[in-house]
């Protein structure tokens, strides 16, 4: 069958529900609409797949091609009336040692899926509590040669059904406790120099690398799509904030249709990560009320790093390189005074400088003035940054 290629569209919608966003230099308040459907697709009728944070890059009837946003993920496969057998699924941008987990099945009926019967006397299985169940069985993953953060896996599924996984980092995981490494790297001014910055990083060999924006060398599609082959090139995988050099024409829609959301969070080891919009200086009132809710619902007892592309403030000083808002940075730094957040991360100024909110440490870093990147080492509670020069 001749692959069909499709690229999502994206709908600005000023509408915000249940994740952190912020402000939008195009249509007023990053909401979540517009990324909440990119991971989602429907391979043929009845069939669909879903993952979560991710983008869909192609598809055919019988399988699927997606990038992860983060490197441990999470997705799930659904059947319509008639069952899926061999559906394969290519996962790009995860752990470089990941494996695959599956966490629950679920009979579907006609609510939520179309000629799916009425009712089911089938029961959901938590694989949690039945590991040993056939249907919890962890797929077999295969990677091409000398590719790392992808793998390919085969999904045979029961017609009205619901499979959901997570991606695990393997051993690592299961000491909970186990050291968690990342390279958090800020400006850059061309993409040979972003890729000198990557080797030096990923010679300690991080769980993943986090971009907080100002990558591309040029505000295009091309210059995403460019900066894309090269953070595969490098195969570890990247986490990937838009600064407004990553704006095609002030607006978002490519950058969400290369690189997908831009607000999520996720967890590898015991470490809690959150990344958040800000590449056009501003928070909208709801922008900060959700941010307000995602502090609040941080486990206290994990470390909790914080991603962002402008600092509401230049620590450097009074130079107008943070929020456009004074009284906005002020409840931002207010809020961040009150949480649970350990360490957090901004980009945007060409300069470095680490400034303490009361208990945080707010580090900043650009790759083209310093010709540095931060490694972080996470180890139980202690949180180490140092800054690198490549």
Known sequence: MQRIKQRKSIICILLALGCLASGCSDDGAAGTEEQRNLGDIALHSGLSFSLRPGTIDQFTQNSVEARASVPLPQFSLSAGPMPAEQVRITLANIHRDATVRVLREAPLTTRSRSNCPNETSREAIECASTPEH???AAPELTRAEGIRSEATLLVDLDACTRRSYTVERGDADAAGSDMVRLAVLGRAASLDELGRALDAATADSPDFVLLLGDAAENSSLNGLRDLDFLLRRVDFPAVMLPGEDELVDGKRARFLEVF???DFGWQVGDAQFYAFYSADATLSDDGLSRLRNVLGRMQSNHPTLLFTH??????????????RSQLQAARVLSLLSESTIDAFFVGHINDRATEDINSIKMYLTSVERSQ???SV????DEINVTRETF
């Open 134 to 136: 056939p249907s919890c």
């Open 260 to 262: 997908g959301p831009f």
């Open 310 to 323: 402008t600092p509401p403030t230049d620590p450097l000083g009074p130079r107008d390189q943070g929020f």
């Open 372 to 374: 540095e990147y931060l």
């Open 377 to 380: 080492h996470i180890n139980g």
